[in-house]
């Protein structure tokens, strides 16, 4: 049996001829959702977070490229501080090479942040599910566009912010999911 977490995961297998996959997935740290009915939207600040452990050599360049932008690494912190800094930022951008449904993203889409990813690995899968305008190739001739879509996430922020409820709806449900494809695996409960 050939379980999966992702879409990704899925296509790759398929790519060495296996075809017969199950899902289970995962589902990120409870406090995350909880913490998302505390978020004072008119708080939120012209702020890009990114995770400087992937991607870093690209995401570098974007931040030199937009010097009138705060950019705020997530490292070093507790789960506590990683959701104070997502309740304050309006954006989050990965250009990692996302190995599977990625923690940060849906952790920051919880917490009320725009996203902009790169097209690696899962993230050029309904894994993030994002409208494919804020999924960019990691190449330096679109750091122009990335720019151009940071402004616009910063000066559309309650716009965008809404054209990611389907991908909220289903982080919130990740947990429920996941229990059932236990149950659907192994014929037990999960608990």
Not at 140 to 154: R, T, V
């Amino acid at each position: 049996m050939h379980l999966v977490q992702s879409e990704y995961a899925a296509d790759f297998l398929k790519s060495y001829g296996i075809s017969k996959v199950r899902y289970l997935t995962d589902y990120i740290n409870k406090e995350f959702i909880t913490r998302s009915s505390e978020v004072d939207f008119s708080k939120k600040e012209d702020i890009v977070l990114y995770n400087p452990k992937k991607g870093y050599v690209f995401t570098q360049k974007i931040i030199i490229a937009n010097p009138n932008y705060k950019f705020v690494p997530l490292v070093n912190l507790t789960t506590a501080q990683v959701a104070d800094l997502l309740m304050r930022a309006k954006l989050y951008i990965d250009f990692g090479h996302h190995p599977g449904k990625d923690r940060f993203p849906r952790e920051a889409a919880t917490m009320g942040c725009c996203l902009i990813t790169g097209l690696n690995g899962a993230a050029a899968f309904n894994d993030i599910d994002i409208p494919t305008k804020f999924k960019i190739e990691a190449e330096d001739k679109n750091i122009p566009l990335i720019s151009e879509q940071i402004a616009y996430c910063f000066n559309h922020y309650e716009e965008v912010w809404k054209q990611l409820e389907a991908y909220r709806k289903k982080i919130r449900e990740e947990e429920a999911v996941f229990e059932q494809e236990v149950k659907n695996i192994y014929g037990v409960e999960y608990k």
